[in-house]
């Protein structure tokens, strides 16, 4: 009898964990990219390379994430996730054990999700996806220098975001990034965005300031992370594309202008001007067209052409540069979670000079700028998710 007892004691408590559990509907997901590929540039500073390279359609990666049902429609959230660069084994994020995303929230769905922690600002989240680069492309398909940030070169710390839930098609959200001193203004941040879907329409526009970016260690965009370095940096744009049956065509614009800029994160230590000149501002502007069209449902292939208007501005004059970007892509899966891919980018610098090394071509993810105003690179690679 003892035994039946203790066995019915037992299955009910067993019972009871089980249903608290389903009640509860607590999810965790592990998930990750592993993007490796072999790269061919043609100038390097005066020569050639090839390389294998890691995370450039996609960045290589792994992640965490989670949600727990606390009733009445609302659920807790959270989102860890670890770049890496496979051929090394290292981080990346300089070095961050969660550099590309951690943060802990809340989120409802008719009242939207708030959250706190190292996040994205509002151009990744909108206008981005509106770019060659932030949907299908990736790093090598970059504006100059990503001045915009729509390939995500830098994410921010110390960030409080709220995204609204969708309302007709109409979504929008905004960040603050606390500078962490108590120069309160010092390297903080702040975004907004929004985006309108209808049928085969997307149109997105977003908006983000920071003071003091890429200065000290414990502010929104911190040394090791930032693109630029600078007293301030705004940037905005617009974009829009359109899906009609098997064809995607868009248009993007985007300014991005920085004050005082002292360096750059993908130039590493290297001036942006010569000793003894004082650079005051930069400014791009960034016109996009892309295209991609999916011939089959295991094929898709993309183009892109980018007109940048540098404008250049120092103690020794102003003057404004042009760049032309043109990248191709061609991608075929595998599987469900496989595919291959090969891109090509190529870029020049034509107009104005301005005597520093702005002057020559370079494309993000390669290793140095070309010695010329001219660089070409083309990959090769291998994709799969998990």
Request: aromatic share 12%.
């Amino acid at each position: 009898m003892n035994k039946q007892v203790f066995a019915l004691a037992v299955s009910a408590a067993a019972s009871a964990t089980f249903a608290a559990s389903a009640d509860a509907q607590t999810s965790v997901t592990l998930y990750g990219v592993i993007d490796e590929g072999i790269n061919y540039t043609n100038n390097v500073g005066r020569g050639h390379v090839y390389e294998l390279a890691s995370g450039f359609a996609q960045g290589s990666r792994w992640g965490l994430q989670g949600a727990e049902e606390l009733g009445g429609g609302l659920k807790a959230v959270f989102q860890i996730e670890s770049g890496f660069d496979l051929n090394s084994g290292r981080l990346a994020q300089g070095g961050r054990m969660f550099g590309r995303q951690a943060f802990v929230g809340l989120s409802s769905q008719p009242y939207g999700t708030l959250t706190f922690g190292r996040q994205y600002d509002s151009v990744v989240d909108y206008l981005a996806q509106t770019t060659a680069n932030g949907s299908w492309g990736g790093t090598l398909l970059s504006h100059p220098l990503d001045n915009d940030n729509t390939d995500n070169t830098f994410r921010l710390d110390n960030t409080v975001k709220y995204t609204s839930p969708s309302i007709s098609g109409f979504q929008f959200g905004g960040t603050y990034s606390f500078s962490n001193d108590t120069g309160f203004a010092n390297n903080r941040a702040y975004s907004i965005g929004g985006q309108y879907v209808y049928g085969g329409l997307l149109v997105a526009a977003a908006y983000l300031q920071a003071d003091n970016p890429g200065n000290g260690s414990n502010g929104a965009i911190t040394a090791n992370d930032a693109n630029f370095i600078a007293a301030r940096m705004r940037v905005f744009g617009g974009g829009i594309t359109y899906t009609f049956g098997p064809a995607t065509a868009g248009f993007v614009y985007s300014n991005s202008n920085y004050l005082d800029p002292t360096g750059n994160g993908y130039l590493g230590i290297t001036p942006l001007v010569p000793p003894g000149v004082l650079l005051n501002s930069l400014k791009y502007q960034n016109f996009e067209v892309n295209g991609k069209y999916q011939i089959s449902p295991m094929l898709f292939v993309g183009a892109q052409y980018v007109y940048t208007m540098e404008t250049f501005d120092a103690s020794t004059g102003g003057v404004k540069p042009r760049i032309h970007s043109f990248g191709l892509m061609a991608d075929y899966n595998l599987s469900k979670r496989t595919d291959v891919y090969i891109q090509g980018e190529y870029q020049q610098v034509t107009g104005d000079l301005t005597y520093s090394i702005l002057d020559y071509a370079f494309i993000p993810g390669t290793q140095a700028p070309s010695s010329t105003s001219r660089q070409v690179v083309v990959r090769a690679a291998i994709r799969h998710k998990f």
